[in-house]
């Protein structure tokens, strides 16, 4: 709730800390279990499972800009799209949330603000934003990385209350959601549609009345979706209020219990909720003498009851900040343990996707900064532990216009690799470096490891995306399982939080397997 900043434009400051300094955060990103995630999904219990019977964890970032007047996902602007995905994907991030309004279903809806100079987004001059998606999915599905189509709202002019307007009828959101699940039926990169983003006050959860019950709402739209494509998840948000307790916008999942979602084809719904620091707006609970260690009765409270419960999956689909203040970081390290560690619980956990993958979210900020191509290490190192492995790849084939990342010569080429050491921020008592691992070989290698060694007195104070071991000035980084394995001309990352400053950038030297 109270999120009307959250698309204007703004600079997000990054932490000169290196992660997990005082913050009780492990030192090393934990490792995930072998990939799983074939064909489509259905849930059982609390899990979601895939084609095979394999639990399965979303483990993923938003990516807005199709609900907005561009009507097509921002950054394109400055980077290709393909760059864009690779990096989502090198960073451990497994599906794409993709926000859009019903703006993009008009005759003559095209995008705007795409940079097509030196060959950049070059397969997109002359489509149309629904075209555009089809490229996107596309290309994830190739990287291995999977998308749940988001109807964020309406029209482009803000967010509704309801999942319908004066403008917009139930009826057009209806039939524009199974334009969509139609679009997509036989492609399981895309696995599922969020019916409606964040309906709150007047909407409310069971109280029976067509205008404004969501859970109602929510029943016709997931029906008529699928009704046309019955492979398909269909994630739920809450509400606002419930019982007369309020919380985030789409937080408020209070009403299941006693109001569940009944859908025609079984074992398809999720329950989404929102969740969010101070950067956004306050909260009782931020206040609270005991916080954070109030937080995990607060969101058992809101939702996290279904998943205990074995009620059914629950997906945090949106949850974020600027980390600029201390009761936030506080709130995302609880959060972030509260969603339980994949190394532990692998798929058998709360799924999620961070908002946002844009920079200009003016009250969160986002895993990129400002230029659209340098990671926050720190925010983006929060997430480490709850990562999960990717998906199989659909392969070069279709219409996305790339070359096929999962691919390669298998017969026999050398594994090689390269890794480049870059410092994001130095602050004279610590710094902040990414290294990026890029596969130079023939063939896809299955793991690797980076080594360098510090000419002065730095030491490694914790480390995402991958493990290390230090012996003097030398670092040894290995691989997480989530990041090892590389396609033939593909790369991945990892950062690290070091002190003291202001030493000199090591040689590095990467072997491959």
């Given amino acids: 709730m109270f999120r009307t900043l959250r698309r204007a434009l703004c600079a997000a400051a990054a932490l000169l800390l290196p992660l997990g300094l005082g913050l009780g955060l492990p030192a090393t990103a934990h490792a995930a279990p072998a990939a799983g995630g074939a064909g489509y999904w259905h849930t059982s219990g609390r899990q979601i ?33 393909k760059s864009m995905i690779d990096q989502m994907k090198s960073l451990g991030y497994n599906t794409i949330r993709l926000p859009y309004s019903d703006d993009i279903f008009k005759a003559g809806a095209m995008p705007t603000s795409i940079d097509f100079s030196a060959g950049k987004n070059a397969d997109l001059q002359g489509l149309n934003s629904l075209q555009v998606i089809d490229k996107l999915v ?73 205008a404004t019950d969501w859970r109602l709402a929510a029943e016709r739209a997931g029906n008529a979706v699928l009704s046309v494509n019955p492979d398909l998840l269909i994630f739920v948000e809450g509400i606002q209020t419930f019982d007369g307790v309020s919380g985030w916008w789409g937080g408020n999942l209070m009403g299941v219990g006693q109001y569940p979602v009944r859908l025609d084809v079984a074992n398809r719904v999720v329950y989404s909720a929102h969740d969010y620091a101070t950067s956004v707006a306050q909260q009782a609970w931020f206040s609270d003498p005991s916080f954070p260690n109030n937080m995990p009765d607060i969101w058992d409270k809101y939702w996290g009851y279904i998943f205990k419960q074995n009620i059914a999956p629950v997906w945090v689909g949106e ?36 908002w946002s993958w844009n920079p200009n979210s003016g009250d969160t900020g986002g895993i990129l900064k400002d230029d659209w191509q340098t990671v926050d290490t720190v925010k983006d190192g929060y997430l480490a532990t709850v990562k999960a492995s990717g998906f199989p790849s659909t392969g070069g084939g279709g219409d996305n216009g790339g070359g096929d990342n999962g691919g390669g010569d298998n017969g026999g080429g050398q594994a090689a690799c390269k890794a480049a050491y870059v410092v994001s921020s130095d602050w004279g008592g610590g710094f902040n470096a990414d290294v990026t691992v890029t596969n130079t070989g023939s063939t896809p290698i299955k ?67």
Avoid at 55 to 81: P, Q
Avoid at 167 to 188: C, D, F, H, Q
């Fill in 49 to 81: 499972l895939d084609a095979s019977g394999q639990s399965v964890r979303i483990a993923g970032i938003n990516w807005f800009g199709f609900e907005t007047d561009n009507r097509v996902v921002h950054g394109l602007w400055s980077r290709d799209y």
């Fill in 138 to 210: 596309a290309y994830a599905g190739q990287d291995g990385l999977k998308v749940i189509l988001d109807r964020h709202r309406p029209d482009s002019g803000g967010q509704s209350a309801l999942w319908y307007t004066a403008s917009v009828p139930e009826s057009t959101w209806i039939a524009n959601l199974k334009s969509m699940a139609s679009r997509y039926k036989g492609n399981a990169t895309v696995i599922g549609i969020d019916l409606h983003n964040e309906p709150h006050d007047p909407a409310c959860w069971g109280c029976g009345d067509q």
């Fill in 319 to 354: 949850f974020g900040t600027t980390l600029q203040s201390t009761v936030d970081q506080k709130w995302l390290a609880a959060l972030v343990s509260y969603l339980r560690p994949t190394s532990t619980y692998g798929g058998d956990s709360f799924s999620w996707t961070f």
């Fill in 447 to 513: 793991s690797w490891k980076v080594t360098w060694t510090w000419s002065g007195s730095q030491k490694v104070a914790t480390m995402w995306n991958a493990s290390y071991t230090q012996s003097g000035g030398t670092v040894t980084a290995v691989n997480a399982d989530h990041n090892g394995a590389i396609a033939a001309g593909g790369s991945t990352a990892f950062g690290f939080g070091g002190e003291p400053g202001g030493g000199a950038v090591p040689s590095v030297t990467c072997t491959a397997s």
